[in-house]
């Protein structure tokens, strides 16, 4: 049973670029989240997708957009990269409940630097 | 910006000891999940406290909800070297992405 998939694990990027991210859930899970965690930091919650459409929005710019396919897999777009952009990108699945009543399960994430 | 705050920031034990981190947050909430992770890896969820419950254990794991204090501890007992790792606190309220604290890292000594 795969557990949550992202790719890629590490990407370097330049100041003004665009990066694409991409997350496959747990095998059944229906919604995916997807967080960003800065060094020493706990992760902050960008959006969530289910059925297609993105259903939360944390307090993110809208630099930051999402999409997810009839597969369930998803993806995090980032345009006009700044430096305080570098992180680790968390992808995160669910079934359809709450956040708060669903336990999330989480990819090992992707590391992005911004230079 | 972050709802729960994890107390202490660092935690350094000797093997076999129990580990405490405690968790405070601001505004109500429905429930309450820790999740450790690994250096540099994805975290792994640990337990889910209900608002209406006060404790819950899981293997070496306890756990505590004061909703009054608006407050959570996590134990765990007998600690082993595969324990290192950060500790986070995360609640959510309604339909709202869970918020997470800073973390605890503890760092279990052999």
């Known amino acids: 049973d795969a557990g949550v998939t992202q790719s890629p694990t590490h990407l370097i990027k330049t100041r003004g670029q665009q990066v694409t991210l991409r997350c496959s859930p747990k095998?059944?899970?229906?919604?995916v989240s997807w967080y960003q965690q800065a060094l020493g930091q706990g992760p902050q919650f960008i959006f969530q997708?289910?059925?297609?459409?993105?259903?939360q929005r944390g307090n993110f710019p809208d630099r930051f957009s999402g999409h997810q396919f009839p597969n369930y897999s998803s993806e995090l777009n980032v345009n006009a990269l700044l430096l305080g952009d570098s992180a680790l990108y968390l992808c995160?699945?669910?079934?359809?409940?709450?956040?708060?009543?669903?336990?999330?399960?989480f990819g090992n994430g992707t590391r992005l630097t911004v230079t | 910006s972050q709802q729960g705050e994890e107390d202490p920031q660092a935690l350094s034990i000797q093997e076999g000891e129990n580990a405490t981190m405690n968790c405070s947050y601001k505004?109500?909430?429905?429930?309450l999940q820790w999740y450790r992770q690994n250096s540099g890896r994805g975290l792994v969820h640990l337990i889910l406290i209900r608002s209406n419950e006060r404790e819950k254990h899981s293997g070496r794991l306890r756990v505590t909800l004061d909703t009054s204090k608006k407050s959570s501890s996590l134990l765990i007992t007998a600690s082993r070297a595969a324990d290192t790792a950060s500790y986070f606190c995360a609640t959510g309220r309604g339909a709202d992405g869970l918020t997470f604290g800073k973390g605890t890292h503890l760092i279990i000594q052999p």
């Open positions: 095998s059944g899970h229906d919604t």
């Open positions: 995160a699945s669910s079934l359809w409940v709450t956040p708060a009543n669903s336990p999330l399960h």
């Open positions: 997708y289910y059925e297609e459409e993105e259903r």
């Open positions: 505004t109500s909430i429905n429930n």
